[in-house]
């Protein structure tokens, strides 16, 4: 899980300290993880899922399947224009720490 932990940093384009802040757990912890001398808890898991609801916790724990439960979602098919029909191309998700993720199709 370590690996996955840190290609979701990378995605996310925050450190290990901006993730320990944003979960309110200690710095520490975090570096643990990454460095797979612990196991991440309960708590740990949890407070992902609140955080970060885009993240796919399946793939996190197990690697099953994709990093975001959305990346399999197309975007055109959910809305519909009544007038025009128009396909968007870039959604831009601001986060609270400052980090942004482009959703391009």
């Given amino acids: ?41 309960f708590d740990f898991i949890e407070s992902m899922a609140l955080h970060y609801p885009e993240l796919n916790l399946d793939w996190l724990v197990t690697g099953r399947g994709k990093m975001y439960n959305n990346e399999s979602i197309s975007l055109t098919e959910s809305v519909q224009p009544t007038a ?19 959703y391009t199709q």
């Fill in 84 to 102: 025009i029909q128009k396909k968007i191309t870039k959604i831009t998700v601001f986060y609270d720490d400052n980090t942004f993720q482009d």
């Fill in 1 to 41: 899980m370590n690996r996955r932990l840190e290609q979701f940093l990378a995605a996310e384009n925050i450190t290990q300290a901006q993730l320990a802040d944003t979960l309110q757990v200690a710095r520490a912890s975090v570096s643990h993880i990454l460095a797979g001398r612990n196991r991440p808890g």
